[in-house]
């Protein structure tokens, strides 16, 4: 599932390509609309409780195990390019992606 949006209280929606992460709100360059006519905020709602109903089958759970595997295997692949890279000496071409084990209290999102 790759939507992204949130339905509040049946009143309004919140979608667009914002991810909710502390680094959309402080360095990406995203957008979020916000939307509270009816007719929207039905479709919105309807389309979540599908979504809902679909996934609370236990299929996310297996498709997360997948995911954390694929990525396993990339953070792996990546580190044996940052070995040979070291080896030949062009260590800085390549970077590995690491876990984000990111928090802080202290940050408070603040919009526009």
């Not at 919140?14 to 680094?23: A, I, M, R």
């Not at 990525?71 to 890279?85: D, G, I, L, P």
Request: proline share 2%; hydrophobic share 35%.
């Amino acid at each position: 599932m790759h939507d992204k949006f949130m339905v509040v209280d049946h009143v309004f929606v919140l979608t667009g390509s914002f991810n909710w992460t502390f680094q959309a709100g402080s360095h990406n360059q995203e957008n979020v609309l916000v939307v509270d006519h009816p007719y929207y905020v039905e479709k919105y709602d309807a389309e979540f409780n599908k979504l809902w109903a679909q996934f609370s089958k236990c299929e996310v759970d297996a498709r997360e195990q997948a995911a954390k595997s694929i990525q396993k295997h990339e953070r792996a692949r990546q580190q044996k390019k940052v070995s040979k890279a070291k080896a030949t000496g062009c260590e800085t071409k390549v970077t590995v992606p690491k876990k984000s084990n990111y928090t802080n209290a202290d940050y408070k999102f603040v919009g526009w």
